[in-house]
């Protein structure tokens, strides 16, 4: 009988527990947060998210009980945002030692790149796809294409349509195509390509050219490829193998008022673009190399690849290089006024810097692509969309990524600011969510340190 009270207090406790929530171990709550809305650019105030299992499993007003979770963050007077895509990456060849590797995927990461789009696919890569997947690495989610079709890997047609099935039958992404590839053995790729539902990316070749290139419906153009070469009048008369960098050459006669019609045919074909205009005001700039190898974020790259970078800037811009920073500006002017047809007219426009390229630093130089689509006249909702929703829609994959909502991948960048209101917000996050892994800043930080440290002796 003595034994009753402490029998019935025991049931209290018992049924109390019970009748309490839980939460797995495993579960994250983000409480009192300010949510950024990619699509209408409106800010959603004091928001409590649910993370688990890599998925965003609840985004409401309702107070949650902290207590239920092990890891809780306070957002109070932070924003939540997508984590950006780089939709024009590359993954370092499997002749790069296994670490190097995951370093590069890190450096992603680190700066809230979430997704890539690997553009110069191998073997290797699926695998390291899978592994992404699977947790097995630390690393952003990846999509690559296969490997590079071009002048010198696809010579004839039966090549090309060989090429292409086995590509797809291997499980790429997608196709890469660069430059050098003939007319009829194109053709014969995007033949394939169609029968075979595998789509397609990349550059233009010389003898394909942008109008047949739109109307042959590339998933994407990269580098805004061919578009200035198709502004030079059939009257020039030009040889056009005789273009230069991306067109350079053929500056002085390109005719501005027939990019609406160049931005029409993207829309029509639905094409989309990645400009990686960056590239064009950094590598291919009237600026020093020096000046560049100084810039912080040089720090995470092996001495051996500045030295390359530096010894291949000097060689296209520098003394005897035939650059002349005049005709450089205009240039850059044009690919300025495409750039905002094709956000305006065209089908859309996608974030990509092409990293690591020269003085592009993976992660850090999308910071640098935002910069130069700002010069161009993008808006920030605009640019914060190309690395978010437009990168979802171009992979069909608008129910997994690309917002902050239930059932979502748990991809997020956390801020202190609104990058709204300041795109540099984007540059030092205080976190970042990969596939619901917390990656602090301190944490950040810390890798970002050794990896510095690893590349002093390379």
């Known amino acids: 009988m003595r034994n009753y009270p402490l029998l019935i207090l025991l049931l209290i406790l018992t049924s109390c527990k019970q009748g309490k929530p839980q939460q797995s171990e495993t579960s994250i709550l983000i409480s009192n947060i300010s949510v950024l809305d990619v699509k209408t650019g409106d800010i959603q105030n004091n928001l409590n998210i649910v993370i688990d299992s890599g998925f965003i499993k609840s985004v409401s007003t309702a107070e949650i009980d902290k207590t239920l979770f092990k890891t809780h963050i306070d957002g109070k007077g932070n924003y939540l945002m997508p984590g950006l895509a780089e939709m024009h990456a590359h993954i370092p060849p499997p002749s790069t030692s296994k670490e190097r590797i995951e370093e590069t995927l890190f450096l992603y990461l680190s700066n809230g790149i979430t997704t890539i789009r690997g553009m110069l696919g191998h073997p290797e890569h699926l695998q390291l796809r899978k592994a992404s997947e699977e947790q097995e690495l630390l690393s952003p989610r990846i999509f690559t294409s296969s490997p590079s079709l071009n002048g010198n890997t696809v010579k004839t ?11 797809q039958k291997d499980g790429y992404d997608f196709l890469k195509i660069h430059p050098g590839i003939e007319l009829e053995v194109f053709d014969e790729i995007v033949k394939t390509a169609r029968e075979t539902g595998i789509s397609f990316s990349g550059h233009v ?39 230069g960098f991306f067109g350079y050459n053929f500056t002085p006669l390109a005719d501005t008022e027939m990019i609406p019609v160049l931005s ?32 912080t974020e040089m720090r995470y790259m092996p001495k051996s690849t500045l030295d390359e970078w530096k010894k291949r800037k000097n060689a296209s811009t520098g003394i005897g290089s035939g650059f002349n920073e005049e005709q450089w500006q205009t240039f ?30 993976p992660g ?3 910071h640098h692509e935002i910069s130069s689509m700002t010069k161009a006249g993008l808006t920030p909702l605009q ?76």
């Open 364 to 366: 850090f130089s999308i």
């Open 205 to 243: 070749p010389v003898k394909v050219g942008i109008r047949h290139a739109l109307e042959s419906r590339y998933a994407s153009i990269d580098h805004i490829d061919g578009f200035l070469e198709g502004l030079v009048p059939q009257s020039a008369n030009v040889n056009p193998e005789e273009n």
């Open 383 to 458: 640019i914060i969309q190309s690395g978010t929703i437009a990168p979802a829609r171009f992979l069909e994959q608008e129910e997994l990524f690309g917002e902050v909502k239930k059932g979502q991948y748990a991809d997020l960048i956390l801020l202190e600011a609104n990058p709204l209101e300041d795109l540099s917000a984007l540059k030092n996050p205080k976190g970042v969510f990969s596939q619901g892994r917390w990656l602090s800043r301190s944490m950040i930080k810390k890798k970002l340190d050794q990896i510095a440290k690893n590349t002093e002796n390379q």
């Open 332 to 361: 850059i002017n044009i690919r300025r006024e495409l750039l905002r047809s094709l956000q305006k007219d065209g089908h859309g426009i996608l974030l990509g810097s092409d990293a690591p390229q020269l003085f592009n630093v």
């Open 157 to 167: 047609k039966e090549e090309a349509s060989l090429k292409v099935r086995q590509y």
């Open 264 to 295: 029409a045919n993207a829309r029509a074909n639905k094409v989309w673009i990645v400009p990686t205009q960056s590239l064009f005001e950094r590598w291919f700039a009237p600026v020093e190399a020096d000046v560049l190898l100084a810039e």
